[in-house]
């Protein structure tokens, strides 16, 4: 089972909006509406900030949203804000014989 | 509020066995439609799934794992533990424990993870 997919590192400066792409397979994205999202900051420990494609947990900012279309999922962080520099990944659920894969993450930089 | 804590061995040897424990505060780890799942990342790399077991025993594995890996729990001590055998390098990582609400399929409540090092 491959990671998903995602682009090495995304920037933007203070204000703007940034996409993270998470491309997977039929077999996960495509096949299944349990697609995740977590942040990561050094020391602390990972954060949900998007599950069933794009709901939000409580206590999240709205600043967060997730969309999905086909085998390819979407992370949109608008009004970027300097403490939403961080590492990024997607996860899908991918079935009962293997149920969860990761992507390859993403530094967000904000300038 | 509920709360993970990893705790073990920083330090194991190469071809031995690697025994985490996941302390849960705030909820019972047998009740409820929940899942408490093992997730690492090596250092300079991502995330990868490693197990989990259900609130009711029912455990499932990362398949490129399967043949080394065994997560059960303890009700009485509201713990559950990650157990690796035959560890190598590649093994080395931050170990995390989370909860995984079986109608989210996602990981909703992390710990803060513990480090391992494999080596001799």
């Known amino acids: 089972q491959s990671a998903l997919t995602q682009p090495a590192s995304v920037s933007g400066s203070p204000g703007q909006s940034i996409t993270i792409s998470c491309t997977g397979t039929y077999n996960d994205i495509g096949a299944y509406d349990y697609v995740s999202w977590y942040q990561l900051h050094p020391g602390k420990a990972p954060k949900l900030i998007i599950f069933e494609v794009s709901h939000r947990p409580s206590g999240v900012s709205y600043r967060f949203s997730g969309s999905k279309s086909a085998n390819t999922a979407t992370l949109t962080i608008s009004g970027l804000e300097a403490e939403d520099e961080g590492e990024y990944y997607c996860n899908s659920y991918a079935g009962s014989n293997s149920p969860y894969v990761f992507g390859t993450g993403t530094t967000v930089t904000v300038l | 509020q509920v709360r993970l804590q990893e705790s073990g061995p920083g330090l194991v040897k190469p071809s031995q066995t690697l025994s985490l424990t996941c302390s849960v505060s705030g909820h019972l780890i047998n009740s409820g439609s929940v899942h408490w799942s093992w997730i690492r990342q090596p250092a300079g790399k991502g995330l990868e799934w490693v197990g989990r077991?259900?609130?009711?025993?029912?455990?499932s594995y990362n398949p490129s794992l399967k043949s080394r890996v065994t997560v059960s729990m303890s009700t009485s001590k509201n713990q559950f533990s990650l157990t690796l055998n035959s560890v190598t390098a590649a093994d080395t990582a931050m170990y995390y424990c989370a909860k995984n609400p079986d109608s989210w399929e996602a990981f909703d409540v992390w710990g803060p993870g513990t480090m391992v090092l494999v080596s001799s």
């Open positions: 077991i259900y609130s009711g025993g029912t455990a």
